[in-house]
T-cell receptor, first 118, second 111 residues
Framework: GAVVSQHPSRVICKSGTSVKIECRSL??????MFWYRQFPKKSLMLMATSNEGSKATYEQGVEKDKFLINHASLTLSTLTVTSAHPEDSSFYICSARDMDREHGYGYTFGSGTRLTVV | DAKTTQPPSMDCAEGRAANLPCNHS???????VYWYRQIHSQGPQYIIHGLKNNETNEMASLIITEDRKSSTLILPHATLRDTAVYYC????????????FGKGTRLSVIA
């Protein structure tokens, strides 16, 4: 089945530094990927839609200059949290859609990245 | 915004069937009902989806009411490993529409 690899699984960084999270579709091509964040005991909140070869589309309230998204190939999207602050600490999850599967089961999720900013 | 309503939590005895309800009274004709679950600190996992007919796979069964305004996910023999948050999502059947998650139901399977 479709597999999405997300790295790193955990990262601790200092305030003011930047952190890059990678999301790879291992056995399928994904022209579209989605990034979510999740706070403890809360649901997943969509941050942005990542489109291969074009600019990402951000949800209302998500700062595009703070959460940089690059989708340079059909199998890789990256999310960079710039100038991280403690309030950016969260669980970040990516999702990729297998274009060969029309319906929702074509959405495969990565295992998530636990970011802690100290 | 999520278009579904689910109870915040449920308990189920191990080995018994877990029946998780979901209300989606504003579902459109072209929208499917999807179920995902999220085990603690992992990414969501696809379970099942359907349009109007009942569906069954190796993981679960999905029962959709005739008016499509509600559905029930059935885990026939719940195990401790089924403890997770279960999300019911409605989504159009085409395009790149992302999955929008509601609050889900936290299912606790008890030994």
């Amino acid at each position: 089945g479709a597999v999405v690899s997300q790295h790193p699984s955990r990262v601790i960084c200092k305030s003011g530094t930047s952190v890059k999270i990678e999301c790879r579709s291992l056995d399928f091509q994904a022209t579209t990927m989605f990034w979510y964040r999740q706070f403890p005991k809360k649901s997943l909140m969509l941050m942005a839609t990542s489109n291969e070869g074009s600019k990402a589309t951000y949800e209302q309230g998500v700062e595009k200059d703070k959460f940089l998204i690059n989708h340079a190939s059909l199998t890789l999207s990256t999310l960079t949290v710039t100038s991280a602050h403690p309030e950016d600490s969260s669980f970040y999850i990516c999702s990729a859609r297998d274009m060969d599967r029309e319906h929702g089961y074509g959405y495969t999720f990565g295992s998530g990245t636990r970011l802690t900013v100290v | 915004d999520a278009k579904t309503t689910q109870p915040p939590s449920m308990d189920c005895a191990e080995g018994r069937a877990a029946n998780l309800p979901c209300n989606h009274s504003t579902i459109s004709g072209n929208e499917y009902v999807y179920w995902y679950r999220q085990i603690h600190s992992q990414g969501p996992q696809y379970i099942i989806h359907g349009l109007k007919n009942n569906e069954t796979n190796e993981m679960a069964s999905l029962i959709i009411t005739e008016d499509r305004k509600s559905s029930t996910l059935i885990l026939p023999h719940a195990t401790l490993r089924d403890t997770a948050v279960y999300y019911c999502i409605v989504r159009p059947n085409s395009g790149n529409t992302p999955l929008v998650f509601g609050k889900g139901t936290r299912l606790s399977v008890i030994a």
